[in-house]
Nanobody, 121 residues
Framework: QVQLVESGGGLVQAGGSLRLFCAAS????????MGWYRQAPGKQRELVASITSGGSTNYADSVKGRFTISRDDAKNTVYLQMNSLKPEDTSVYYC???????????????WGQGTQVTVSS
């Protein structure tokens, strides 16, 4: 069993910054993938940024140059630094991890509970 705890969302003015945190805990052997997704009302959930265990990153075109994803494997935590925020970044942000667990050595997907980010114009 793996638990995810997200934090860091909030209300910010356009041009401001926020940093999201997602910490995983539980029966973790390895986390191969960590990512941030967002879903606005009436829209599909979309990938914002992801990072693999090897450190390879991927970003949505809409956030390139403004957002930075990073991970701390010692803490099983993924971060999303969001700068130059725009009103269109307003959404609920979810972290996702792909985890190999003990004792079964199987791989599972886990999602965080979501954290609201609101950017005012």
């Amino acid at each position: 069993q793996v638990q995810l705890v997200e934090s860091g969302g909030g209300l910010v003015q356009a041009g401001g910054s926020l940093r999201l945190f997602c910490a995983a805990s539980g029966s973790i052997i390895r986390i191969s993938f960590m990512g941030w997704y967002r879903q606005a009302p009436g829209k599909q959930r979309e990938l914002v940024a992801s990072i693999t265990s090897g450190g390879s990153t991927n970003y949505a075109d809409s956030v390139k140059g403004r957002f930075t994803i990073s991970r701390d494997d010692a803490k099983n935590t993924v971060y999303l630094q969001m700068n130059s925020l725009k009103p269109e970044d307003t959404s609920v942000y979810y972290c996702k991890v792909v985890v190999t667990t003990t004792p079964d050595y199987r791989t599972y997907n886990y999602w965080g509970q979501g954290t609201q980010v609101t950017v005012s114009s």
